[in-house]
């Protein structure tokens, strides 16, 4: 059974219905740096922004399958709406890592857009009730429309830094760049967000490495909720999700341009009658067919893990490092294959292939999916050494 199949028909289906619309919209995306509000407004409808919001809070409270089966769609239409998607809702289902007074808070509507910077950008100073947040936070992917921001900052501490803790604020405390000049993942409009000074009391500040471990106090989610999942698996697994969907949608765009498209400087006037077309597409195929197995795989095992209330082990998040970066790389691999079988025209801003394939590539240099620092930190565990590697 795949995430597809397991998802929930409300939001799936409704999704499903936007995929041409988000891909009509792709080229406005590209074109302005950032996503347009249509696509932002169907999704909410759709209810894309409640889907990591824990029931008591009037959220959809899904699973890790629906969840992924939800944001391989929205990939398929957009891949910078899906990649946008996928930092909304995998940062706002972190919130729940917080303790209930700061949850209360920015889940209270229902339904949320959480964006996040996660590279120490900024530093916490202690003050009465809380700390004082100032820095800048660079690739803030979703702060554009996001309604809070969760920051990684260095503790000051009289003698220097004392630690790492992760911040929440509302978006409306801090200042937004004009800096994304890209030439992939245009529209993302992944600006740096800037906090100077921001009052940030202590219930919204968490302890980096008890969040990461799901430790912290003051927090009732815990336990076999079959929603306390372990962070880093879950911001890979969704991530791959994403990247499934782009590599689906591009199969899409190719294999539906075949029809009258003959081979340039050659006799054949029809490409899909050549027996390489016929060995592209089942290679492309193939390699995506394997992404989704791979990502059915670590679905199946975080979701199991959370139902029994515990943290996978520790070779299971190397394996899920691994795997996720070369299931990434195989998405890449075939967006690849199809583009440079699509001949000199596939390079024309109206042929969305060629958005797809610059999107894909550009997503896949993001530090944490790159491949071969996953299969380092893999094979490492695979062979009975220390990871040296925290993210996992």
């Keep these: 059974m795949t995430t597809t199949d397991t998802a929930r028909p409300a939001v799936l289906e ?3 219905e936007l995929v041409p619309t988000l891909r009509a919209n792709g080229a406005e995306a590209d074109a302005n740096g950032w996503i347009p509000q249509e696509n932002i407004d169907l999704l909410g409808q759709a209810g894309v922004f409640a889907m990591a919001v824990p029931g008591r809070f009037g959220g959809l409270d899904l699973p890790l399958a ?3 089966a939800v944001l391989t769609e929205i990939a398929r239409g957009c891949p910078s709406t899906g990649w946008v998607s996928m930092v909304w809702v995998s940062t706002a289902w972190m919130v729940s890592l917080f303790p209930d007074k700061a949850q209360e808070e920015v889940y209270g509507s229902g339904a949320v857009r959480v964006s996040g910077g996660f590279t120490p950008g900024g530093t916490l100073t202690p003050v009465d009730g809380g700390y ?3 820095g800048t936070w660079r690739f803030n992917t979703g702060s554009k429309a996001a309604d809070w921001n969760m920051m990684a900052a260095v503790v000051a501490g009289p003698d220097g830094p004392v630690g790492e803790s992760v911040a929440l604020v509302p978006l409306s405390d801090m200042t937004l760049a004009d800096d994304w000049d890209v030439s992939a993942a245009r529209g993302t409009g992944s600006v740096s967000s800037t906090a100077t000074d921001v009052f940030v009391p202590a219930h ?10 799901g ?3 003051d927090r009732s989610n815990t336990g076999a909720t079959g929603r306390d999942y372990c962070l880093y698996p879950l911001v890979l697994a969704e991530s791959l999700a ?3 969907g782009m590599a689906r949608g591009a199969y899409e ?3 539906g341009r075949l029809n009258g498209r003959g081979i340039s400087y050659s006799s054949w ?5 050549h027996p390489l077309t016929h060995v592209q597409v089942a290679t492309a195929a193939n390699k995506i067919t394997a992404a989704e197995a791979m990502l059915d795989r670590m679905v199946g095992v975080i979701q199991r893990r959370a139902d029994e209330g515990v943290q996978p082990t520790w070779e299971e998040r190397a394996d899920i490092r691994g795997q996720s970066a070369f299931a990434i790389e195989l998405a890449k691999e075939a967006v690849d294959l199809l583009y440079n079988a699509s001949g000199a025209t596939v390079i024309a801003r109206n042929v969305p292939l060629q958005r797809f394939q610059r999107d894909v590539r550009g997503m896949g240099q993001h530090g944490l999916l790159n491949v071969t620092t996953g299969l380092e930190v893999q094979g490492r565990v695979l062979l009975g050494l220390d990871p040296q590697n925290y993210f996992l």
């Design 14 to 16: 409704a999704v499903r």
């Design 66 to 68: 629906e969840k992924a």
């Design 132 to 134: 004082r947040l100032s």
């Design 204 to 213: 919204r500040v968490a302890d980096a490495e008890k969040a990461v471990l």
């Design 215 to 217: 430790t912290l106090d």
């Design 242 to 244: 994403a990247f499934v």
């Design 253 to 255: 765009l190719f294999t």
């Design 269 to 273: 006037t029809d490409q899909s009658a």
